[in-house]
């Protein structure tokens, strides 16, 4: 009896020990494998240090291999690699630590790549909780064949190529294989300077290094070049003013608009496109093309509302996006667009050309887009669920429902068959939001799309200070985090914009005429206050050691200061007459001015060092709108 129990009390300790050993390499693993079979009680012979220099080494040749290495200290270690593309699921790997040998068999050379990502975060683990690492399994597979993240550049930010780079590293570590720059006007068209002259473009010789950088890491950058909607960059010019659908205020369903969407009636808006798909497409190596056409809400208003009687506005869409597609084809690329205006005519759906490829958006948290999913599928199409960082029209974040959207459209798309997921970052209004605070987004989005478990969200501040900010304090990823639930304490409904990003923006409108900020309140933005403040005391206490942690700490101080006077005006408009701005005392318009001066001064000080110069006078010009209202 007694060696029964002595023999439960050790299986039982051994047993805790065990899960406490797994726990700790899991904390290392983003995204998280599909499965994984640890033996802690079986050790690997390696060197860690040394295996993890061999590592990088052959993941630059990323071919087959049989390598040993010979050591009379540590042993006998084998590093054994090959492809199997009958036995695996695309884009998987098996992965095979045994005491003397790491085996891997991948599907192709990108699930090899894929294998290496697993590997070095494992060994991270042993390198940084200096334990040795332990004999396992992994049989690793993503859930969407393709995974990709879209970075507005349109919207004021167009990011240096050191910047990018910085990106496309991360992302090639978390397994993405897709990445997108949406483009509207930045692209150096060599006939359009008068377009994108003061944006500081990105050039064709420069795309062609950022194309071959990605493939390196076996991401396909994809070109983006809106074609229909979101033209105002290009209307606003007399030169291309013809084009427009709408050159006069017309009255569309989000209120009155002008020179924002091409007259898909008039042939010189194809020719255009023609023109721009012939000069940009040839810069890169994919084979897709994301031609855009989301949110025409002018279409039918204006020049072409004659013609939408006759035919019907969903048909007139249809022509139209027909003609872009053969265009894109005779380029030799695949057509990508998005899917929110055909969804409005379903009965059009099954008359789209086969090759295109429909990209669902949705950036409510439930991700309500998926509901038309099955439409597409029902029509035989390809398609992609496209979720979104909710970064933008924030200042600091809005996680809660930026991280459920990111869940939802993983968990609904993988239930629809939806062949890839595509993650996006915009920058409307002025793209106020730093990269480091879209950073936990991108890289749970990366985690959900390769497979959507809940071990990605419960981690996320542990991966992010391990693999983003390098940060042992633990604080960097904490603060940042905790700022982006901080709107949450204002508790107004949710929306495209955080309470902080909607004060400075609709500071001229009234705050009881809008839904979300007719249910502002003082103790709301107190309470908002607090938690920003907060998270900044816990921000002084970080230590970053990444290569940019001074920009890290620096841009995200920024963002908060933006929230804390946003807040401030909020509070000082809540006890004015009407609620209006131009009702606050004198003596706080003064304070108010005081302090966003230099606030705007530091925004154009940060902006340069990841950004090029080009739409820092926009961005930075909205906020000093709102300076020089003060002084009225």
Not at 42 to 55: D, G
Not at 227 to 236: P, Q, R, T
Not at 425 to 442: E, F, K, N, R, T
């Amino acid at each position: 009896m007694r060696k029964r129990l002595v023999l439960l009390v050790i299986l039982s300790v051994s047993f805790s020990i065990n899960k406490i050993f797994a726990n700790e390499l899991h904390n290392y693993l983003i995204p998280f494998p599909q499965q994984i079979s640890i033996d802690t009680l079986e050790m690997c012979n390696l060197k860690t240090e040394t295996i993890l220099k061999l590592v990088d080494v052959l993941q630059e040749n990323n071919k087959p291999v049989n390598f040993i290495l010979f050591s009379p200290v540590y042993g006998i270690n084998k590093i054994r690699t090959g492809f199997n593309n009958e036995k695996l699921t695309k884009g998987g790997y098996r992965l095979k630590i045994d005491k003397n040998k790491i085996s891997i068999l991948a599907y192709d050379e990108a699930a090899l790549f894929s294998a290496w990502q697993t590997l070095k975060q494992i060994l991270a683990y042993s390198i940084s909780e200096k334990k040795a690492v332990p004999c396992l399994r992994i049989n690793d597979f993503p859930d969407f064949e393709r995974r990709g993240f879209m970075l507005d550049i349109s919207r004021d930010k167009v990011p240096t190529m050191e910047t990018l780079y910085q990106i496309v590293d991360f992302l090639a570590t978390w397994k993405i294989n897709e990445f997108q720059l949406y483009t509207e006007h930045t692209f150096a068209y060599k006939n359009h300077q008068i377009v994108w002259e003061n944006s500081s473009p990105m050039t064709a010789e420069e795309i062609q290094i950022l194309d071959a950088y990605c493939k390196n890491k076996f991401i396909d950058l994809v070109p983006n070049q809106n074609s229909f909607g979101h033209m105002e960059n290009w209307l606003k010019h007399d030169k291309y003013l013809e084009l427009a659908e709408c050159p006069t205020t017309c009255q569309t369903i989000w209120g009155p608009s002008k020179k924002h969407s091409l007259d898909p009636t008039n042939p010189k808006s194809f020719e255009l496109m023609q023109e721009l798909y012939r000069e940009l497409l040839p810069n890169f190596s994919s084979n897709f093309f994301n031609i855009g056409c989301d949110e025409t809400m002018e279409l039918g208003l204006g020049r072409s509302s004659e013609t939408c009687k006759k035919l019907g506005k969903g048909r007139v869409y249809l022509d139209y996006l027909i003609k872009l597609n053969k265009a894109v084809n005779e380029n030799g690329k695949t057509a990508q667009f998005w899917g929110d205006i055909i969804i409005n005519h379903p009965e059009l759906i099954p008359e789209l050309p086969k090759n295109m490829i429909p990209m669902v958006w949705g950036y409510d948290a439930s991700f309500s887009a998926g509901k038309n999913l099955q439409k597409f599928t029902d029509a035989g199409f390809d398609f992609y669920v496209c979720p979104g960082t909710s970064s933008w029209n924030s200042l600091i974040g809005r996680n809660k429902n930026g991280f459920e959207n990111l869940k939802n459209a993983a968990i609904i798309g993988k239930k629809h068959g939806a062949k890839a997921y595509l993650n996006t970052c915009w920058g409307d209004y002025g793209h106020w939001q730093p990269l480091s605070v879209s950073m936990p987004a991108i890289m749970l989005g990366a985690a959900y799309s390769w497979n959507c478990t809940s071990k990605s969200l419960n981690n996320l501040e542990f991966l992010l200070n391990s693999y983003v900010f390098k940060d042992k304090t633990g604080n960097t990823a904490k603060a940042i985090l905790k700022l982006g639930y901080a709107h949450n304490k204002t508790n107004i409904p949710n929306g495209n914009a955080n309470a902080f990003h909607l004060l400075l923006y609709r500071y001229k409108w009234t705050i009881d005429g809008f839904y979300q900020t007719k249910e502002l309140n003082i103790k709301g933005l107190e309470n908002a206050k607090i938690e920003i403040i907060a998270a900044l005391n816990i921000l002084e206490s970080a230590k970053p050691q990444c290569k940019d942690s001074t920009i890290v700490i620096s841009e995200v101080k920024q963002a908060a200061n933006l929230a804390l006077h946003s807040i401030n005006l909020g509070i000082a408009r809540l006890t004015a007459k009407d609620k209006d701005i131009k009702h606050i005392s004198a003596e706080v318009k003064t304070e108010l001015y005081n302090e966003l001066k230099p606030i705007i001064e530091n925004h154009r000080d940060l902006w340069i060092i990841r950004n090029r110069e080009g739409g820092l006078n926009d961005s930075a010009g909205k906020l000093e709108k709102l300076l020089q209202y003060y002084k009225l």
